[in-house]
């Protein structure tokens, strides 16, 4: 081989050499998946604070208020009484039926005609037919505390008596009875026929409401 060619073929050699060396591996002309600098590479946590947390626990409801001892509902339902209010007239029915004629004596009586219990308290107020004034409260009634409670279809009497025929009184056919509510509720008065009921200026009284007809009559 002459000079000429060997140079040659030395040259063409460093060539295919060079090229080689700076050229793409075949892994990166391909597209490959070479190790990436540590500069570009996310970093863990970053990726973590990222991406919304699936295991957090989510914010507690407000608990309902429940009734303690101390508050207002607790303390009125637990009292049977707290809705029990003093009878009035639209309340019940009354009737007066003749007990004892030597001294005019009549049994009064009410009944519960509503759906909820009543106070009857102290003594009935009663007026006989077109005379001025009252009944003269006979006896001592209990405290309200102590009332009866008249319930639904219940019956509460008093005794009433004119008083015996002294000539200082007069005769009439029929009262009126309304109830002590120890307030100023306007009351329709509830009428009963009585009739030759002698009315003493002096002697007439009324008892207070008993839960039985023996004890109103003996009082």
Request: aromatic share 4%; net charge neutral.
């Given at each position: 081989?002459?000079?000429?060619?060997?140079?040659?073929?030395?040259?063409?050699?460093?060539?295919?050499?060079?090229?080689?060396?700076?050229?793409?591996?075949?892994?990166?002309?391909?597209?490959?998946?070479?190790?990436?600098s540590a500069g570009a590479t996310p970093s863990a946590s970053?990726?973590?604070?990222?991406?919304?947390?699936?295991?957090?626990?989510?914010?507690?409801?407000?608990?309902?208020?429940?009734?303690?001892?101390?508050?207002?509902?607790?303390?009125?339902?637990?009292?049977?009484?707290?809705?029990?209010?003093?009878?009035?007239?639209?309340?019940?029915?009354?009737?007066?039926?003749?007990?004892?004629?030597?001294?005019?004596?009549?049994?009064?009586?009410?009944?519960?005609?509503?759906?909820?219990?009543?106070?009857?308290?102290?003594?009935?107020?009663?007026?006989?037919?077109?005379?001025?004034?009252?009944?003269?409260?006979?006896?001592?009634?209990p405290g309200i505390e102590d009332a009866i409670r008249l319930e639904p279809g219940k019956s509460a009497y008093?005794?009433?008596?004119?008083?015996?025929?002294?000539?200082?009184?007069?005769?009439?056919?029929?009262?009126?009875?309304?109830?002590?509510?120890?307030?100023?509720?306007?009351?329709?008065?509830?009428?009963?026929?009585?009739?030759?009921?002698?009315?003493?200026?002096?002697?007439?009284?009324?008892?207070?409401?008993?839960?039985?007809?023996?004890?109103?009559?003996?009082?």
């Amino acid at each position: 081989m002459s000079t000429v060619r060997r140079t040659a073929v030395a040259l063409a050699a460093l060539s295919a050499l060079a090229l080689t060396a700076c050229g793409p591996t075949g892994d990166d002309a391909a597209g490959g998946t070479g190790t990436p600098s540590a500069g570009a590479t996310p970093s863990a946590s970053a990726s973590g604070s990222a991406a919304p947390s699936t295991s957090a626990t989510p914010p507690a409801k407000p608990a309902k208020p429940s009734k303690s001892a101390g508050s207002p509902g607790a303390s009125a339902s637990a009292d049977p009484d707290f809705d029990v209010f003093p009878c009035s007239t639209y309340d019940v029915t009354f009737t007066a039926s003749l007990a004892e004629p030597t001294t005019s004596s009549y049994l009064l009586k009410i009944t519960n005609k509503g759906k909820k219990a009543c106070r009857v308290l102290g003594h009935p107020v009663v007026t006989f037919g077109g005379l001025d004034g009252q009944a003269t409260e006979r006896g001592k009634a209990p405290g309200i505390e102590d009332a009866i409670r008249l319930e639904p279809g219940k019956s509460a009497y008093a005794g009433l008596m004119g008083g015996a025929a002294d000539g200082t009184g007069k005769t009439v056919d029929s009262i009126a009875m309304t109830m002590n509510t120890e307030s100023d509720l306007a009351q329709t008065p509830l009428k009963a026929a009585t009739p030759g009921l002698y009315v003493s200026s002096t002697k007439n009284s009324v008892t207070p409401w008993v839960d039985n007809a023996e004890d109103a009559l003996s009082l």
